[in-house]
């Protein structure tokens, strides 16, 4: 048996994500919060291999998928978006080859600051992170409640939603609106998110002045959101959990950072915490009180 960690083809995305998705369930069956991932099309990780194979990353045994990991970068930050190991064969090293690999990828990318989003409950992922340099920073909450519920308790003002149409003009204030946040233009990601039929983008307007952006799916699930600045942000909230509330989705779920104000209205709201987050990274990187990540992977 030997083991070896190689590129990966768009072909072999699909057995990657079902590991991905294994991998997941058993650490929060073994938690306590059982099993919360489900099996879905690969559409981001096609995206992200078709966009820079650098980062993506497979290990193999006996032409079993043991190991899958993925990276993306934008400007100057490289992201984690997956690191996953098979249960069974975890703590044996895996993890840290394909860790190594990907970080070659910030590298040759020339980004100089590196994050993720892990499980707040795992002290084998943040041991492994730490030891690459990257510390806890931001707690996230997946807050979730179901639709109706969230609809009865609705209350306080909301920004004006229009549709993002990817004009050249809304490509210039996305971009605006995530260097103001994040300090990296995410373009490559919007124009992902905007060519998803099952994902609405919304511009959030302030007294006729772009406050912020939104994104809305159609299973009910809300992010990324920025606003341009923190005060904007309960209304922005606010208008996204409206839009969310008009949809047909049974759920509405979204990811807060502790530092958002956001997690006080989830919660005045009804929202459940289903999923303690961490945000680790090489250094502070972000205003998490501007920005709602869509998820640990598009972050
Ligand atoms: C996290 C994960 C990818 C790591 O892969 P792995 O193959 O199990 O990890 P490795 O064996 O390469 O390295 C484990 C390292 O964790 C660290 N570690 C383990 N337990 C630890 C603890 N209690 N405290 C601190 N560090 C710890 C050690 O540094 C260890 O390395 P060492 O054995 O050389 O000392 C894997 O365990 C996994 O898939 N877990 C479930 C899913 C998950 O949480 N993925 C991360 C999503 S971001």
Redesign the pocket.
């Known amino acids: 048996m030997s083991l070896v960690v190689r590129p990966v083809c768009a072909h072999e995305l699909a057995g990657a994500e079902e590991l991905v998705v294994r991998?997941?369930n058993?650490?929060t069956v073994r938690h306590g919060f059982g099993p919360i991932a489900a099996s879905r099309s690969p559409d981001f990780q096609a995206f992200c291999l078709q966009d820079d194979p650098r980062g993506v990353w497979l290990a193999e045994e006996d032409s079993e998928i043991v190991?899958f990991a993925l990276s993306w970068v934008c400007g100057r930050l490289w992201f984690?978006a997956?690191?996953?190991?098979?249960?069974g064969?975890?703590?044996?090293?895996?993890?840290?080859?394909?860790?190594d690999r990907t970080m070659l990828h910030a590298s040759k990318a020339g980004a100089t600051e590196q994050s993720?989003?892990?499980?707040a409950f795992?002290?084998?992922?943040?041991?492994?992170y730490?030891?690459h340099g990257l510390f806890p920073r931001v707690p996230i909450h997946l807050c979730s409640a179901e639709r109706e519920s969230l609809m009865r308790h609705a209350q306080g003002s909301a920004l004006r939603a229009t549709p993002i149409r990817g004009t050249a003009d809304d490509y210039k204030m996305l971009r605006q609106l995530d260097v103001a946040t994040l300090g990296v233009s995410r373009e490559k990601h919007h124009r992902y998110l905007l060519g998803d039929p099952r994902t609405e983008g919304v511009f959030l307007e302030d007294g006729g002045e772009c406050a912020g952006y939104a994104y809305i799916a159609a299973t009910g699930h809300i992010g990324p959101l920025a606003v341009m600045h923190a005060h904007a942000m309960p209304d922005a909230f606010r208008a996204a959990l409206l839009i969310a509330g008009a949809g047909h989705a049974k759920q509405i779920s979204v990811f807060v950072p502790g530092t958002n104000n956001a997690l006080a209205i989830a919660a005045s709201q009804g929202m459940r915490f289903a999923l303690p987050m961490v945000l680790m990274s090489t250094r502070d990187f972000g205003d998490w009180t501007r920005y709602l990540p869509r998820n640990?992977g598009f972050m």
């Open positions: 991998s997941i058993d650490l190991g984690l997956e690191l996953f190991v098979a249960p064969r975890q703590g044996q090293g895996i993890g840290n080859e394909l860790l993720l989003i892990t499980f795992n002290v084998v992922s943040q041991g492994l730490v030891r640990p």
